[in-house]
T-cell receptor, first 114, second 112 residues
Framework: NAGVTQTPKFQVLKTGQSMTLQCAQD?????MSWYRQDPGMGLRLIHY???????DQGEVPNGYNVSRSTTEDFPLRLLSAAPSQTSVYFC?????????????FGEGSWLTVV | GENVEQHPSTLSVQEGDSAVIKCTYS??????FPWYKQELGKRPQLIID?????GEKKDQRIAVTLNKTAKHFSLHITETQPEDSAVYFC???????????FGTGTRLKVLA
């Protein structure tokens, strides 16, 4: 198993551009989520999904959209990039919505908005 | 809403000494508390976790203790080694929500 795979690893965007961060998992996990990591702020939840066709907002959802058309994929869309969205983004998955299951992170995507 | 406070934000210890990182949570329904280690430029990886029906769990040099009454849990690393240098995150998950919330992280430096 490849686990959780994110692309791209590095990206530079101009303010106002849009882009999609891709995330795929091959573990047949029901639950997938996106976090952003900023210095001193830890890992903050952006959006999550408890199954195909179901998504919900986390702590910091503004400026981001998600969809979950398949169990495997959970893309994160930046609609109009802003410098405040410069961050490291981690996709994560776990087996199901039950609390107590290990969450597995992807390798991260470093995004810079200029 | 859910909140996890983590202290200290940075911690320096001499090699061989112990390190303790503490987290405090607010949601009394929380029942799962993982600890993640993140090396520079890498993804966070689970090192130990504890469920609310257990007060302490140990795995070699790493242990986690949970005090449900006080709503805090701690990571203990004994006999620290340079390779323990990393950022450590605590997390909490509740039976009433689907979300894991993480603390702000502790940067541990083990000085040789």
């Amino acid at each position: 198993n490849a686990g959780v795979t994110q692309t791209p690893k590095f990206q530079v965007l101009k303010t106002g551009q849009s882009m999609t961060l891709q995330c795929a998992q091959d573990m047949n996990h029901e639950y997938m989520s996106w976090y952003r990591q900023d210095p001193g702020m830890g890992l903050r939840l952006i959006h999550y999904s408890v199954g195909a066709g179901i998504t919900d907002q986390g702590e910091v959802p503004n400026g981001y959209n998600v969809s979950r058309s398949t169990t495997e994929d959970f893309p994160l869309r930046l609609l109009s990039a802003a410098p405040s969205q410069t961050s490291v983004y981690f996709c994560a998955s776990r087996r199901d919505r039950v609390s107590g299951n290990t969450i597995y992170f992807g390798e991260g995507s470093w995004l810079t908005v200029v | 809403g859910e909140n996890v406070e983590q202290h200290p934000s940075t911690l320096s210890v001499q090699e061989g000494d112990s390190a303790v990182i503490k987290c405090t949570y607010s949601d009394s329904a929380s029942n799962y508390f993982p600890w993640y280690k993140q090396e520079l430029g890498k993804r966070p990886q689970l090192i130990i976790d504890i469920r609310s029906n257990v007060g302490e769990k140990k795995d070699q040099r790493i242990a986690v203790t949970l005090n449900k009454t006080a709503k805090h849990f701690s990571l203990h690393i004994t006999e620290t080694q340079p390779e323990d240098s990393a950022v450590y995150f605590c997390g909490e998950g509740g039976s009433g929500t689907y979300k894991y919330i993480f603390g702000t992280g502790t940067r541990l430096k083990v000085l040789a």
